[in-house]
């Protein structure tokens, strides 16, 4: 799923769910190794946490409003809250160990 300023609101603040959102840009290096790993937790995930990912330069002040000065940095949403974050690139099973947690 892609996250844009528009969205963000009702699908990460809103929802009933978990969400973990990718901070990436299209330039980024580190961003591009970072995505398949978040493309393929999706199917794991479904109906429990809500995945996607959000282009910090076609959507800054969401970048700017959660202090996002590195990417990727991954950010997990419980309740509308950020809860937890990471940056750069990190192991999938690193992650999954993240995802788990949002769930308790």
Same mark, same amino acid.
């Given at each position: 799923?892609?996250?844009?300023?528009?969205?963000?609101?009702?699908?990460?603040?809103?929802? =009933?769910? *978990?969400?973990?959102?990718?901070? +990436?840009?299209?330039?980024?290096? /580190?961003?591009?190794?970072?995505?398949?790993?978040? !493309?393929?937790?999706?199917?794991?995930?479904?109906?429990?946490?809500?995945?996607?990912?959000?282009?910090?330069? =076609?959507? *800054?002040?969401?970048?700017?409003? +959660?202090?996002?000065?590195?990417? /990727?940095?991954?950010?997990?949403?419980?309740?509308? !809250?950020?809860?937890?974050?990471?940056?750069?690139?990190?192991?999938?099973?690193?992650?999954?160990?993240?995802? =788990?947690?949002?769930?308790?």
């Amino acid at each position: 799923m892609t996250f844009t300023t528009e969205n963000f609101t009702q699908e990460v603040l809103n929802s =009933d769910k *978990p969400v973990m959102v990718d901070f +990436y840009a299209d330039w980024c290096g /580190p961003c591009k190794m970072l995505s398949p790993v978040v !493309e393929s937790l999706e199917p794991a995930y479904e109906g429990r946490v809500k995945i996607g990912k959000i282009n910090v330069d =076609d959507n *800054p002040e969401i970048a700017e409003k +959660y202090g996002v000065m590195s990417i /990727p940095t991954l950010i997990f949403f419980k309740g509308g !809250e950020a809860v937890d974050q990471t940056v750069g690139v990190i192991p999938q099973s690193e992650i999954t160990r993240r995802l =788990d947690s949002l769930q308790n």
